[in-house]
Nanobody
Framework: QVQLVESGGGLVQAGGSLRLSCTTS????????MGWFRQAPGKGREFVAA????????YYAASMQGRFTISRDNDKNTIYLEMNNLRPEDTAVYYC?????????????????WGQGTQVTVSS
């Protein structure tokens, strides 16, 4: 059974950086677009970034543009989320997910496989 496993979360001060990783066990995800979402307490799941498998194009939520970078290493079956200049409002559980083939990459409904999440806490 294919699983997604995130790692790299933690506690960081405002202005700091973290790199999240998402690896897959079992079947490769090189033919899938992948995304990162986040969910803060009491809020819905929010799109962060995505990378399309066909051409490697990347997409970001407006508030993450210029601070976050999504990338993938198909040989390692791993995607990354590099987060710089972190803010307290970035505090959330971050999830990686596999897109089920829908054209839209920015809505959670388009994703059919999710990791368990990794906590990111940014202190002020």
């Amino acid at each position: 059974q294919v699983q997604l496993v995130e790692s790299g979360g933690g506690l960081v001060q405002a202005g700091g950086s973290l790199r999240l990783s998402c690896t897959t066990s079992g079947r490769t995800f090189s033919n899938y677009s992948m995304g990162w979402f986040r969910q803060a307490p009491g809020k819905g799941r929010e799109f962060v970034a995505a990378i399309r498998w066909t051409n490697g194009n990347t997409y970001y939520a407006a508030s993450m543009q210029g601070r976050f970078t999504i990338s993938r290493d198909n040989d390692k079956n791993t995607i990354y989320l590099e987060m710089n200049n972190l803010r307290p409002e970035d505090t959330a559980v971050y999830y990686c997910a596999r897109n089920g083939g829908l054209a839209s990459l920015t809505t959670p409904l388009g994703y059919d496989l999710w990791g368990q999440g990794t906590q990111v806490t940014v202190s002020s």
